[in-house]
């Protein structure tokens, strides 16, 4: 009976709640937040020539109907046509590809972006278009910016995200832009390479699926590939004039991205901005974060075209003092390296004068007491001046230098530090550094840390104390060694994915506050070489150097690559010695000089190593570079031929009003005298008029009409059958309306 209680009771237990009864889940009522409705619009972002077309539906997503050249909106306004989602956003709709990923409060990933407005208005020949969109769950809002240059069909657009909450939130994905472009094949043009090999160009069909251009480097990010691109559409091979094209850069000096995602529904979308990489932004209650801008143009022309459209856009609104004619000059590096004294410096001044150059450039080596700067290995960071090297002063060489009726310009690198010095041993919290491990050197450097305003302050100081050391320093070389490595920030502590960022924004900061000081001074931006060539850089700088290759026939292919992006007059192509001393090639003077005059030129050499004959010559190609160099600098480039797939290859930069030419002619091959005369057919010319031809820089002409005059459309559809014969031979042709 006992028993029979105990087991009842038992079983009342167990079906009584207790403290270990599994409770019931609390279900959550589910609200949704209601998104309003809007009148369906069109918003045209419009330059002369082209049209980025985009519609807002009734639920207030915001679409891109098309990119192209310029239409009449009517048919457009009642148009059913698919379109693609405007910077998708992970969460909501499915997109193939993301230009905006967050993380908020409690975990949510998700965003939906739905239009609350937008403005458009004109000015200084810029049109701008800012489309405010909202999540309206978590109310984070984005801007986005579109800036159209009318009469260079240039648009430049970024983002603007905030957060209005009362939480932080982290942004996993930021893009600048994104673009969609259907057609049924896609040909992209990217450029690749590395130290002393730079912008070299590659084309491939773009495959189904995710393509991206990206590095992660920090800094030097544009060595082993540039973030700009040219997209022919619907097309299989590449062609100069004819055919869409969609060409792009983004204006970002750090890590970058660059999404291709095709779908086979017959589009692409593009996705461009910052590198998410190591970068998850907090963004803290009531603060914005601004993208880089984005530039797209388009053309129904060609590649040609297309970076015309680039070249104009820059030198007019991006470029520090862009299409300003640059020096020329003589760098004292291949010429002296480390090892110099004034002695060698005034007499480098003086062969400069006399061939006719108009700067001269000391570069590294002239720096460091305690750790003097006679090789890579230390001194780096010690900015003072070696007087057992220049015991008279830098402003003794600079007015030495001005006597004798040139420019001044010197060498800095201020971002970086060499372990043996005193700047590493009094800041090591100044280093990149992560804790515990070693601190990785490149050609015995390190990084300083300019997320740390204390070293923004520093470096500022660099450059402010170098232009102190005499008041007729006309430029600075701004160089640049060595990528991030084991990254690390003391100065930023727990954030540490702020750091890619923020020391960018922190290199900007201080090129800046130069500019503030410093409008007139010249500026190179060098980086190794071309391992900084970028728009965002190129707001602050007047030129970059192309590569540390100075070989002649490598440099046509490196400065080919970049001239589909960037203009001609921020190239700075030297004149160097033979054998060459990156490649060892040997190229004629002349064909050397040719190469170096389709950009800012320059010499890079011992000028007491060449001969009487040889400095002559040199005279003489830098005189009449002197009367065309404003074609260089500001006239329309086009491209004949490929560098890459053809032996034959040539330049032509024409004024904006066609009276004047500068035509440049290469072979890269030998001929046999059993071939027929190989022609090169100028383009940009004015038809209609005639123009006076006339060789420089030689006694025998390469072409038979050499001093004759000749209409434009004769010379634009039968050509130069010009007597290349040999490998190196070259020439130059100046034209001018008669």
């Given at each position: 009976?006992?028993?029979?209680?105990?087991?009842?009771?038992?079983?009342?237990?167990?079906?009584?709640?207790?403290?270990?009864?599994?409770?019931?889940?609390?279900?959550?009522?589910?609200t949704?937040?209601?998104?309003?409705?809007?009148?369906p619009?069109?918003?045209?972002?419009?330059t002369?020539?082209?049209?980025?077309?985009?519609?807002?539906?009734d639920?207030?997503?915001?679409?891109?109907?098309?990119?192209?050249?310029?239409?009449?909106?009517?048919p457009?306004?009642?148009?059913?046509?698919?379109?693609?989602?405007?910077?998708?956003?992970?969460?909501?709709?499915?997109?193939?590809?993301?230009?905006?990923?967050?993380?908020?409060?409690g975990?949510?990933?998700?965003?939906?972006?739905?239009?609350?407005?937008?403005?458009?208005?004109?000015?200084h020949?810029?049109?701008?278009?800012?489309?405010?969109?909202?999540?309206?769950?978590?109310?984070?809002?984005?801007?986005?910016?579109?800036?159209?240059?009318?009469?260079?069909?240039?648009?430049?657009?970024?983002?603007?995200?905030?957060?209005?909450?009362?939480?932080?939130?982290?942004?996993?994905?930021?893009?600048?832009?994104?673009?969609?472009?259907?057609?049924?094949?896609?040909?992209?043009?990217?450029?690749?390479?590395?130290?002393?090999?730079?912008?070299?160009?590659?084309?491939?069909?773009l495959?189904?699926?995710?393509?991206?251009?990206?590095?992660?480097r920090?800094?030097?990010?544009?060595?082993?590939?540039?973030?700009?691109?040219?997209?022919?559409?619907?097309?299989?091979?590449?062609?100069?004039?004819?055919?869409?094209?969609?060409?792009?850069?983004?204006?970002?000096?750090?890590?970058?991205?660059?999404?291709?995602?095709?779908?086979?529904?017959?589009?692409?979308?593009?996705?461009?901005?910052?590198?998410?990489?190591?970068?998850?932004?907090?963004?803290?209650?009531?603060?914005?974060?601004?993208?880089?801008?984005?530039?797209?143009?388009?053309?129904?022309?060609?590649?040609?075209?297309?970076?015309?459209?680039?070249?104009?856009?820059?030198?007019?609104?991006q470029?520090?003092?862009?299409?300003?004619?640059?020096?020329?000059?003589?760098?004292?590096?291949?010429?002296?390296?480390?090892?110099?004294?004034?002695p060698?410096?005034?007499?480098?001044?003086?062969?400069?004068?006399?061939?006719?150059?108009?700067?001269?450039?000391?570069?590294?080596?002239?720096?460091?007491?305690?750790?003097?700067?006679?090789?890579?290995?230390?001194?780096?960071?010690?900015?003072?001046?070696?007087?057992?090297k220049i015991?008279?002063?830098?402003?003794?060489?600079?007015?030495?230098?001005h006597?004798?009726?040139?420019?001044?310009?010197?060498?800095?690198?201020?971002?970086?530090v060499?372990?043996?010095?005193?700047?590493?041993?009094?800041?090591?919290?100044?280093?990149?550094?992560?804790?515990?491990?070693?601190?990785?050197?490149?050609?015995?450097?390190?990084?300083?840390?300019?997320?740390?305003?204390?070293?923004?302050?520093?470096?500022?100081?660099?450059?402010?104390?170098?232009m102190?050391?005499?008041?007729?320093?006309?430029?600075?070389?701004?160089?640049?060694?060595?990528?991030?490595?084991?990254?690390?920030?003391?100065?930023l502590?727990?954030?540490?994915?702020?750091?890619?960022?923020?020391?960018?924004?922190?290199?900007?900061?201080?090129?800046?506050?130069?500019?503030?000081?410093?409008?007139?001074?010249?500026?190179?931006?060098?980086?190794?070489?071309?391992?900084?060539?970028?728009?965002?850089?190129?707001?602050?700088?007047?030129?970059?150097?192309?590569?540390?290759n100075?070989?002649?026939?490598?440099?046509?292919?490196?400065?080919?690559?970049?001239?589909?992006?960037?203009?001609?007059?921020?190239?700075?192509?030297?004149?160097?010695?033979?054998?060459?001393?990156?490649?060892?090639?040997?190229?004629?003077?002349?064909?050397?000089?040719?190469?170096?005059?389709?950009?800012?030129?320059?010499?890079?050499?011992?000028?007491?190593?060449?001969?009487?004959?040889?400095?002559?010559?040199?005279?003489?190609?830098?005189?009449?570079?002197?009367?065309?160099?404003?074609?260089?600098?500001?006239?329309?480039?086009?491209?004949?031929?490929?560098?890459?797939?053809?032996?034959?290859?040539?330049?032509?930069?024409?004024?904006?009003?066609?009276s004047?030419?500068?035509?440049?002619?290469?072979?890269?091959?030998?001929?046999?005298?059993?071939?027929?005369?190989?022609?090169?057919?100028?383009?940009?010319?004015?038809?209609?008029?005639?123009?006076?031809?006339?060789?420089l820089?030689?006694?025998?002409?390469?072409?038979?009409?050499?001093?004759?005059?000749?209409?434009?459309?004769?010379?634009?559809?039968?050509?130069?059958?010009?007597?290349?014969?040999r490998?190196?031979?070259?020439?130059?042709?100046?034209?001018?309306?008669?």
């Amino acid at each position: 009976m006992k028993k029979t209680i105990f087991l009842i009771a038992l079983i009342c237990m167990a079906a009584a709640p207790g403290a270990n009864a599994r409770k019931k889940p609390q279900v959550k009522q589910h609200t949704v937040v209601e998104i309003p409705k809007v009148q369906p619009q069109l918003i045209a972002v419009e330059t002369e020539n082209t049209q980025l077309l985009l519609r807002t539906t009734d639920k207030g997503q915001l679409q891109q109907l098309r990119y192209g050249v310029k239409l009449d909106l009517a048919p457009f306004r009642n148009s059913r046509k698919h379109a693609a989602i405007v910077f998708p956003a992970a969460g909501g709709y499915t997109a193939d590809a993301t230009a905006l990923a967050v993380t908020y409060p409690g975990g949510s990933v998700n965003t939906e972006l739905y239009v609350t407005g937008f403005t458009q208005n004109e000015a200084h020949g810029v049109a701008t278009t800012e489309i405010s969109l909202k999540d309206y769950v978590t109310l984070l809002e984005v801007k986005l910016v579109y800036e159209a240059y009318l009469k260079e069909d240039v648009i430049a657009s970024h983002s603007e995200i905030t957060n209005p909450g009362k939480k932080a939130v982290t942004l996993t994905h930021f893009a600048s832009a994104s673009l969609n472009v259907p057609g049924e094949e896609f040909l992209l043009t990217q450029f690749h390479g590395d130290w002393a090999f730079e912008m070299q160009t590659e084309r491939t069909p773009l495959p189904f699926g995710l393509t991206s251009i990206e590095t992660r480097r920090g800094v030097q990010t544009t060595q082993r590939a540039n973030p700009s691109f040219v997209l022919s559409v619907n097309a299989r091979e590449f062609s100069e004039t004819a055919g869409d094209v969609i060409a792009g850069a983004l204006e970002w000096s750090g890590n970058y991205k660059i999404d291709f995602s095709r779908a086979t529904g017959g589009s692409v979308d593009i996705i461009a901005g910052i590198n998410p990489f190591n970068s998850a932004y907090t963004l803290s209650p009531g603060k914005t974060f601004q993208t880089p801008r984005m530039v797209w143009t388009f053309s129904a022309e060609g590649a040609g075209s297309a970076s015309r459209n680039l070249h104009r856009w820059a030198r007019k609104h991006q470029v520090y003092k862009g299409g300003e004619i640059n020096p020329t000059l003589l760098n004292s590096w291949e010429g002296a390296y480390f090892t110099f004294t004034t002695p060698v410096l005034t007499a480098m001044i003086d062969d400069a004068a006399e061939m006719g150059l108009e700067l001269f450039v000391l570069d590294d080596g002239w720096f460091a007491k305690d750790f003097p700067r006679n090789d890579d290995s230390q001194g780096l960071g010690d900015w003072e001046l070696n007087t057992d090297k220049i015991p008279e002063g830098i402003d003794y060489l600079a007015s030495y230098a001005h006597d004798k009726g040139i420019k001044f310009g010197i060498w800095i690198e201020p971002e970086m530090v060499n372990p043996r010095s005193n700047l590493a041993a009094a800041h090591p919290d100044w280093v990149v550094r992560s804790e515990g491990r070693e601190i990785l050197q490149e050609r015995n450097q390190w990084i300083l840390d300019l997320s740390n305003p204390a070293v923004q302050d520093f470096v500022y100081g660099v450059f402010d104390n170098t232009m102190a050391l005499s008041d007729k320093i006309d430029y600075i070389k701004w160089d640049c060694n060595r990528p991030v490595e084991s990254m690390g920030s003391d100065y930023l502590g727990a954030e540490q994915n702020r750091f890619y960022i923020e020391y960018i924004q922190g290199f900007y900061n201080v090129v800046r506050r130069i500019r503030e000081k410093y409008p007139d001074v010249i500026v190179q931006c060098c980086s190794s070489g071309g391992a900084r060539v970028d728009y965002g850089a190129m707001k602050y700088f007047n030129e970059f150097w192309v590569s540390d290759n100075t070989d002649a026939i490598t440099r046509l292919k490196i400065q080919y690559g970049t001239s589909m992006i960037y203009p001609a007059c921020l190239q700075a192509s030297h004149v160097s010695a033979v054998p060459n001393h990156q490649t060892g090639n040997m190229t004629p003077l002349k064909f050397r000089f040719d190469v170096a005059c389709t950009g800012r030129l320059g010499m890079e050499l011992q000028p007491k190593n060449m001969t009487e004959g040889e400095r002559a010559f040199a005279s003489r190609c830098i005189e009449s570079y002197k009367k065309y160099r404003d074609l260089v600098f500001t006239g329309d480039q086009y491209r004949l031929g490929d560098p890459w797939n053809t032996d034959l290859y040539g330049l032509v930069y024409v004024s904006e009003d066609k009276s004047r030419a500068v035509f440049f002619a290469y072979s890269t091959t030998f001929r046999s005298r059993a071939l027929e005369a190989p022609v090169l057919r100028l383009q940009g010319l004015d038809p209609s008029r005639t123009y006076k031809v006339t060789e420089l820089n030689t006694e025998n002409s390469y072409w038979w009409g050499n001093g004759g005059r000749y209409k434009g459309g004769y010379l634009m559809s039968e050509g130069l059958d010009l007597e290349f014969r040999r490998m190196f031979d070259s020439a130059v042709f100046y034209l001018e309306a008669k």
